[in-house]
């Protein structure tokens, strides 16, 4: 199974990610989780992306795609693979059809957590209160929303005509949103 979670940051897809890990053992792909490891243990990748997160860009496709590409090799045989904060663009979104039909998969679902932008911000303040994430400072939040916007957003019609997007309503409490997720999973499995 191949799924992305697929959403504006803060959307809920890293809870929503982490509970399909413990639930179902797919293995969790967070590009945003991989930068921030690398930042954190000072890698020549870490300190070449820095000061791109803290301002809420976007690191370049070539960086992402290949982070992804380790990663599918590296857990070769998992159960299913949920994409977190991957595709962003729609460039990666091509390089990941084709990162799996070279390992005879495809995308299988991907699930939009449709989420209201007025409710995420202020849920991010709350986040940034709470765990101190400099990109989650109000300023770099709506850069990443802007980005989100305009990069990440054209991907929906397109995984819609493929007959892949599932929409789940991602204010909704986190039990309601994964059973939302998994009648999608039901749906294609
Ligand atoms: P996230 O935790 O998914 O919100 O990602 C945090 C930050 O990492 C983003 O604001 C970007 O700077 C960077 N990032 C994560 N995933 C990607 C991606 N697929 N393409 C480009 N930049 C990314």
């Given at each position: 199974m191949n799924l992305i979670l697929f959403g504006p940051p803060a959307a809920g897809k890293g809870?929503?990610?982490?509970?399909?890990?413990a639930e179902r053992g797919f293995v969790q792909l967070s590009t945003g989780d991989m930068l921030r490891e690398a930042i954190a243990s000072e890698t020549e990748l870490g300190r070449r992306v820095k000061s791109i997160l803290e301002e809420g860009g976007l690191v370049s496709d070539a960086v992402v795609i290949a982070l992804i590409g380790e990663q599918l090799t590296a857990n070769k045989g998992a159960a299913g693979f949920i994409f977190d904060g991957f595709p962003r663009t729609?460039?990666?979104a091509e390089a990941l059809d084709e990162l799996l039909s070279a390992r005879g998969t495809e995308v299988d679902c991907v699930v939009r957590l449709v989420v209201d932008e007025e409710a995420?911000?202020?849920r991010v303040t709350?986040?940034?209160e709470e765990q101190g994430r400099k990109d989650d400072n109000p300023a770099t939040f709506s850069i990443r929303l802007g980005k989100y916007n305009q990069d990440t957003a054209p991907l929906i019609p397109i995984y819609a005509e493929k007959g892949k997007l599932h929409e789940v309503d991602g204010m909704a409490p986190i039990e309601v949103v994964s059973a939302g997720i998994d009648a999608a999973l039901k749906v294609v499995a």
């Open positions: 809870t929503q990610a982490k509970k399909l890990v729609v460039p990666q995420l911000i202020e709350k986040r940034y």
